[in-house]
């Protein structure tokens, strides 16, 4: 008989890890919400080099072997459409945001993961608004449609047997499991006191192209737009633009002010957007942690725990996976 | 017997003049669509004064005309909380937009219709971005809840045994009528070919008040900023901003080009709006004229027409209300 496995968190984090576990053996069983949590919400970009600052050393580290493991092996297991970009081009709007750029690609190259600078960003990217010629491309970088790759793990995971069960208020709940993993995000504090995470806020538009508009961006579009971040993912109907950032509790109300930043940011870079629909304006509530590093590993013999992951829960999902079934395999040994 | 009313249109003028016509004993049938019209995205604001512009003598008279009817008798028949401000205050941020408003105010005041002007108009509305000091206040000019006014009016319909009916392509359906208005909007020219009435597209947002924020402003808010003009409307629960003006056929997408004008543009005039929700953004199809009046009168012996209100629906209803009634009148003499 196999061993059990519980999983709580529905997300993307608890589906890669539940899709991983049940492919060993495990029986498992997901205990998942039915309102949306930051999965929902995401950009999708897995974007280690484009999403790196110096200091952040591990998270680059584990950012770029869980990017490996996408392209290796993760995206075989999902439909071919759930990519919707093939590249990062991360651009300059004024002086000192070139000066950011230049702060990073130094640092990459110093790691060992040179960039390719271009000072035509334009002739890359011909939807750049003009003036913006400074960049990188990162040329591995991925962008997937999250919502799509949510679906494709939770139909997978029936597939291999998975169930679904209602979210729990305590450990207690899942005593019958032979071992438990926590993977709900910004709820994990609750199950296990303690877990340093907290919610960051963070606003996301979708914009939809519209007939005889200029057809969305091929890559992700990354800029600093005088000193603010945005991006511009590609997704099959249009764009998705993210990602304010702030410390509000639990809010997820959309605000004003971010709305209208992420507006003004988009079109900035790329004006043709002016000219789309605009669809859709949601806030999540990203895990994270005080270094930034998501928490992955055992807390006690029974129990294990994946949350955390901030702004990178797509991109590390198969890491996560790995080092969770790694974990798994040891406690079925023992 | 009473004669028969067939309206075709259950907007917020076709729901004015068959409650009119009920009033007055006539068998009133109103043909409707379920989709919102422009009556669903309008701003409710009744102003004509700072609506005005020279050469729109004739707009101006009717539209004082209305605003009269609104405060003397059509309110009377109204729930109180559909009012959301009593008075508008008219603002300019730079130079031009000062002098557009003192070209407003100077015609005003030729027409006798004198309004009154302040150099200090962040002592009247604090919640005015600093800089903003030119004005004029039109004392009398009303905003109203759009949608409450459009289900006070169903309300009060059925109250007076108006009947309810499917919409029409052709006035072969309403032939049993004694009498037809038609009173739907862009719709018209279908039923009547040749009506001069073409839709024009215009965005609408509302914005949510939420705790900790500043309360809404309570009188409307128009500006003109930087030869853009927006409104800032009270509602129970925030404002409506609007409103983008454009031909675009029959679209009724928000566009991001839009959304973004009118929350930079809100924004500028009114800073402690970012911190609202962002709670919807519609469009919605004006029905305007070549001339920018309505057509409210006799088409032929049994058709009447009430269309092509373009922005001053929820304003010239009680005056289109009270124009119908006399044709009415006439009809039932004869």
Chains 1, 2 share one sequence.
Request: hydrophobic share 45%; charged share 20%.
């Amino acid at each position: 008989m196999p061993r059990s496995l519980a999983v709580i968190g529905g997300g993307v984090i608890g589906l890669s890890v539940a899709h991983r576990a049940a492919t060993d053996g495990w029986a498992v069983r997901v205990h998942r919400t039915a309102q949306p949590g930051a999965s929902w919400v995401a950009g999708g970009m897995l974007a280690p080099h484009s999403e790196g600052w110096p200091g952040e050393e591990r998270l680059l580290a584990i950012g770029l072997e869980s990017l490996r493991l996408w392209h290796d092996r993760f995206l075989g297991e999902l439909p071919p459409d759930v990519v919707t970009a093939r590249q990062s081009l991360v651009v300059a709007v004024d002086h000192a945001d070139a000066a950011d750029l230049k702060t990073v690609g130094t640092w990459l190259t110093a790691q060992g993961h040179p960039v390719t600078p271009t000072a035509s960003a334009r002739d890359v990217e011909p939807l750049l608004a003009q003036g913006i010629r400074h960049g990188f491309i990162a040329e591995t970088e991925l962008a997937v449609d999250n919502r799509a790759v949510v679906a494709a793990l939770t139909a997978a995971c029936e597939r291999l047997g998975v169930r679904w069960a209602e979210p729990v208020q305590t450990l207690t709940e899942v005593a019958d499991s032979d071992t438990v993993l926590i993977a709900n995000g910004i709820d994990a504090p609750a199950l296990w006191p303690g877990l340093p995470v907290r919610p960051v806020k963070g606003e996301v538009l979708r914009l939809r192209w519209r007939r005889g508009c200029l057809a969305p961006p091929r890559r992700v579009i990354r800029a600093r737009v005088r000193g603010r971040q945005v991006y511009v993912v590609p997704r099959a109907d249009g764009v998705v633009v993210g990602a304010t950032q702030y410390e509000h509790g639990r809010d997820t109300t959309p605000t004003v002010s971010g709305v209208r930043d992420l507006l003004d940011d988009a079109c900035t870079v790329i004006p043709a957007l002016g000219e789309y629909e605009f669809s859709e304006a949601a806030a999540g509530l990203r895990p994270m942690t005080p270094d930034n590093l998501p928490i992955v590993g055992r807390l006690d013999e029974r129990t294990l725990v994946a949350a955390g992951h901030g702004r990178s829960g797509f991109l590390l999902a198969p890491w996560t996976a790995e080092t969770i079934a790694a974990e798994l395999e040891g406690a079925s040994v023992t």
